[in-house]
């Protein structure tokens, strides 16, 4: 009986294994895997000497085919100081960040130097990390700077896990950029990359960049973060509070009532927050929290200074901040976290993990248009994660898209959309000759002006011009797919080309090399229009193509008697025919132009005395170069 049990159990282990395997198969069949951590951080806060103390346990879960002997945290703090690597890029930039410098006179000259550069040693960041062991065993760690390189005392196997224990210890640099205390703006502590935060791993490898100017990766994972300061200060944070009924500050249920005892000098406020890549956290003695619960499921929270001058923009801004997340859930997808907060950081705008924190002055349309930007972040960074070091445009582009869209969507005079300003930027890039590829790193650009640009302006363009290729319900559609497939994990710029393929059957790989990894430009022009020599009533109208980088073309002619008529050129390589834009003007479709040939005759059915325009690409959407050639005119 016992040997008859043993077979059964076999067989039947065996099938499980069996599914198990198929499954695992079918849900990997595009051989995608993450690594995946979560983080148990206590942390100690002295306001006063703006330092700070913590206890950080890790477990790291290795879902790679790979052995790992070494693991690397980012120590990002350790940027604000003299001689770092952030400082001696400032000092040799052509165009450094103006709010990291500041002008001095040398030799009756106006110079930019370096803010790092001047930092006292009370003044500088640095987090510095010990006791750090794997499983109770001690490893070695090798400070390079920004980066901590940590030699295991044992492998880390593959599809296994490890706990990490450390302690670590910082002191807040005065706000450079970003993290730091008592900006411009007097907010008390704005605490961004502040704890050592292991660096990613996946399919291309380790992402431990030294912090230099921007941008962030990390693991996606659960947070368990305690914090522990003076019982003055308000904050707002990463994740959902787990005591506010003993914290107070507007976090409490209804109807209680928090009494803190004269006696305690602290509160320690405990944060969970499940499947992010970053925790970030701001505090202020000063700010005012305001809560808004939303009929869609997300409470949204508002953390500003008690300053009269800006409480009303705040008040107005909420409502608005409202509709667009509502919107932006409309045309990506519904927002996973059933909160988001909106804390005035007092340094511009950055995107973290269920928050953001910006600038809190200055007028109300700048403030909504912030919170549109950092906001879109939440899709198009912390719910797709791409590695923004990388591939920066996947991030700030598509955000300014979604932003543009509900800027226009909260405008009471529509107009058109407020895109144009990225269509102008990116042709100031090309004339000015320094533009790089959108591969570059974004470290690795030579000048600030052509990263923003490049970034933000033709980054979005990538989704505009899309727009023009297959048409805007498909770009739409295309987000919406990428946003179901790609949440919670690392989207690479193959995975939106592919998605937008599949959605249209489309081929678009010369579109993302072209864009994306050349600095080839669009320009097409009219180069001739003459009557047909064998027909008078017929007009022949000749193209040509004089930049690298093809595209599909509409033309549309105008005659004097009112009437329109439109053409359109689909590119060979394409292998696709959109929809007609402008379905009330008939349309004929013609040959495919292939790469190779440099011009393109086609013939109307008209004579050319009864031609008033024939204009390429009247919609603006396709990022010619050169416009002055895409009309002809009698």
């Avoid at 002997?69 to 000092?91: C, W």
């Avoid at 600038?359 to 879109?376: N, Q, R, S, T």
């Avoid at 990388?390 to 582009?397: A, F, L, Q, Y």
């Amino acid at each position: 009986m016992w040997f008859i049990y043993l077979l059964f159990m076999t067989k039947v282990l065996s099938s499980l294994f069996f599914i198990l395997s198929l499954n695992i198969c079918f849900s990997q069949s595009t051989n995608y895997w993450q690594q995946h951590v979560d983080y148990k951080i206590d942390v100690n806060v002295d306001v006063k000497n703006y330092r700070y103390t913590g206890k950080q346990e890790l477990v790291y879960t290795n879902n790679s085919s790979d052995t790992l002997t070494k693991v690397y945290f980012h120590l990002f703090n350790n940027a604000f100081k003299p001689g770092s690597e952030m400082d001696i890029r400032l000092q040799n930039i052509k165009d450094p960040d103006g709010r990291m410098v500041e002008k001095i006179k040398v030799d009756n000259k106006e110079v930019t130097q370096s803010r790092i550069s001047k930092l006292k040693p009370d003044e500088i960041g640095y987090l510095n990390v010990s006791h750090f062991l794997q499983d109770g065993k001690p490893a070695t760690l090798i400070d390079k700077e920004t980066v901590l390189e940590v030699i295991l005392p044992k492998p880390i196997l593959p599809k296994s896990s490890t706990v990490f224990t450390l302690d670590f210890n910082g002191q807040i640099p005065v706000q450079i950029r970003r993290s730091g205390r008592n900006n411009k703006e007097d907010v008390a502590l704005s605490m961004a990359q502040w704890y050592p935060k292991i660096a990613e791993f996946d399919f291309e490898g380790w992402h431990a960049d030294p912090y230099i100017a921007r941008e962030f990766h990390g693991v996606w994972g659960n947070f368990d973060v305690k914090i522990t300061l003076d019982k003055d200060y308000i904050i707002g944070a990463t994740g959902y509070l787990q005591n506010g009924n003993e914290i107070g500050y507007n976090y409490q249920d209804k109807g209680v009532v928090v009494k803190i005892p004269k006696k305690q000098k602290t509160l320690t406020w405990h944060f969970k927050a499940p499947m992010v890549h970053d925790f970030t956290w701001a505090a202020d003695k000063e700010y005012i929290h305001d809560v808004v619960k939303t009929d869609f499921g997300t409470t949204l929270h508002f953390l500003y200074k008690n300053n009269p001058d800006i409480i009303d923009n705040w008040k107005k801004a909420q409502p608005e901040t409202v509709k667009l997340m509502q919107y932006y859930n409309t045309i990506v997808g519904k927002y996973p976290y059933e909160q988001y907060s909106v804390i005035q950081g007092g340094d511009g705008g950055m995107e973290y993990a269920m928050c953001t924190l910006i600038l809190g002055e200055g007028k109300l349309e700048g403030l909504v248009g912030l919170i549109a930007h950092e906001m879109g972040h939440s899709w198009f960074q912390h719910i797709l994660a791409t590695n923004e070091s990388k591939h920066p445009w996947m991030d700030e582009g598509f955000t300014t898209y979604i932003e543009d869209l509900g800027m226009h969507y909260l405008a009471e005079n529509k107009g058109e959309r407020p895109v144009l300003g990225s269509y102008n930027s990116y042709r100031k890039l090309v004339e000015s000759g320094k533009e790089q590829p959108l591969s570059t790193h974004a470290d690795r650009y030579d000048v600030n002006f052509a990263y923003s640009i490049a970034s933000y302006s033709k980054g979005e363009l990538f989704l505009t011009q899309l727009e023009y290729l297959v048409g805007k319900e498909n770009v739409i559609k295309t987000l919406q797919k990428y946003f179901d497939e790609f949440k919670f994990k690392h989207p690479t710029p193959n995975d939106i080309k592919r998605t937008a393929e599949r959605i249209t059957n489309a081929h678009l790989d010369w579109y993302l090399v072209d864009w994306t990894q050349t600095t080839n430009t669009i320009d097409y022009g009219i180069k001739n229009v003459e009557a047909n020599s064998t027909n008078s009533n017929t007009t022949n109208i000749t193209l040509e193509r004089i930049g690298r980088m093809p595209m599909p073309i509409d033309i549309y002619v105008e005659y004097t008697d009112g009437s329109k008529e439109s053409f359109y050129i689909p590119l060979k390589m394409m292998h696709y025919q959109k929809e007609n834009p402008t379905p009330e003007i008939s349309r004929t479709i013609l040959g495919d132009w292939a790469w190779a040939m440099p011009t393109y005759t086609f013939t109307i059915s008209k004579p050319k005395s009864s031609i008033q325009s024939i204009s390429i690409d009247p919609s603006g959407l396709m990022a010619d170069v050169k416009l002055n050639n895409n009309v002809f005119k009698p």
